[in-house]
């Protein structure tokens, strides 16, 4: 499973979008497939919102699960079972012993995630419905074509002071796992 998860960081976003398209757009093989068998066509995710949120998934999969694992590694055995010999469940042994030795590694994640997709571009353009403009071409184009440099500006505040909200979750677990 590790092996399969991590398989998407070696496939580049414009191959793994040209594969996307050919796989599960129109005409494509599962289309393909489909016909050859006599069953219904299904919807395909291309060029609709589904196409990049799918593409992203993807592309952001091998990392969340390094940082998990990672995280899981730091849970002793010992914690495990001492919580199974006193009778926690699953659901307990989860929510009271797994998450909160677990959490650093989420924010991590979580942080990493939402800046990369800040900084995507491939997957949204190629896979979005009308080729969509993420944050950096489209206050570019606000600045240079609209001549609006003010809402160019306030473009750059809003995004910015998002982005770092989340690297401020990141830098307050490295922060955090250093002081233990």
Known sequence: VQGLAIFPMFVPSII????????????GMVDLLLNAGGLPKIRTPYLTPWGPVIGLVWDNIPLTVLILLSGLGNISNQAIEAARDVGAGRLALL??????????????????????IFSAFTLPYILGPAAPEMMGPFMQRTFRELYDPQTAITQAVVTFVFCIVFGLFYVRSVAKNRAA
């Open 16 to 27: 793994l979008s040209f594969a996307f398209i050919r796989v599960l757009g129109p005409n």
């Open 95 to 116: 929510w009271h012993i797994i998450l909160p030795r677990l959490s650093n590694s989420i924010l991590v994640a979580i942080s990493f995630a939402v800046l990369g």
